[in-house]
């Protein structure tokens, strides 16, 4: 919480006063400005921080890498992501991260590799499952729906909130014509929504109402459906 937060960050300062190159605290402080949006200071503290390791710390360079996606540098993360590779190289958190890169670059073999290994080595990484789960759904040119929906579900089983897996899984369910399972799916993406507004849950509403709709249609609840 923000308590925590701001206890962290005096500790965090308080260890620089004593020794600038401090690791650790820049870390901690390029991770909470990142929480708190404040990308200018969280990238400062991150280039502090991998400098101060030289650039042998996965988890420096992990957070610079999520720094930058967040700024928009795809780029530049996924060469933070391959140093990590390089140094640890069944990193399953840099390979999460760089799958979902090559996810929207549409390089789903690469990313499907990546994931795999992820999973190889941390079976309770619920952005792995829901990638994966993604690169399935979008499988060309005929979608993995079967094992979509398994990977949507394992990432649920372990973050009961992720909103986009409800839809994503509901999307696999409606396109598996399993309509009354779509439905549930697209009802809860919603009721996660409204509930967790505040901390940016990124469900596309437009899309979640015109699947539910459909599947209205589809099982002959006319009013419903309009």
Known sequence: ??????????????????????????????EIHQEDKVL???VQHAE?????????????????????????????????????LQLEEKHARAKTLLARLLIEANDMEQARFHLDG????????????????????????????????EDFSQAI????????????????????????DALKDMERAI?????YASKNVRVDIASVLYIRGLCYFYLEEWESSV
């Open 1 to 30: 919480g923000e308590l925590f937060n701001v206890l962290d960050s005096n500790h965090a300062e308080d260890a620089l006063k004593l020794d600038p190159k401090q690791f650790m605290a820049h870390l901690v402080l390029a």
């Open 40 to 42: 200018t200071k969280a």
């Open 48 to 84: 502090k921080a991998v400098k101060a390791s030289d650039s042998q710390s996965a988890e420096a360079l992990l957070v610079r890498a999520r720094i930058r996606v967040r700024d928009g540098d795809m780029s530049a993360a996924t060469d933070d992501l391959k140093r990590i």
């Open 118 to 149: 992820a999973l190889e080595a941390d079976r309770s990484l619920a952005p792995a499952w829901f990638n994966r789960g993604l690169v399935n759904l979008r499988q060309e040119p005929h979608p993995q729906l079967g094992k979509a929906i």
């Open 157 to 180: 089983g372990l973050q009961p909130d992720l909103a986009m897996a409800y839809f994503f899984r509901g999307t696999a369910y409606y396109e598996s014509h399993r309509f009354e």
């Open 191 to 195: 009721e996660l929504q409204e509930k």
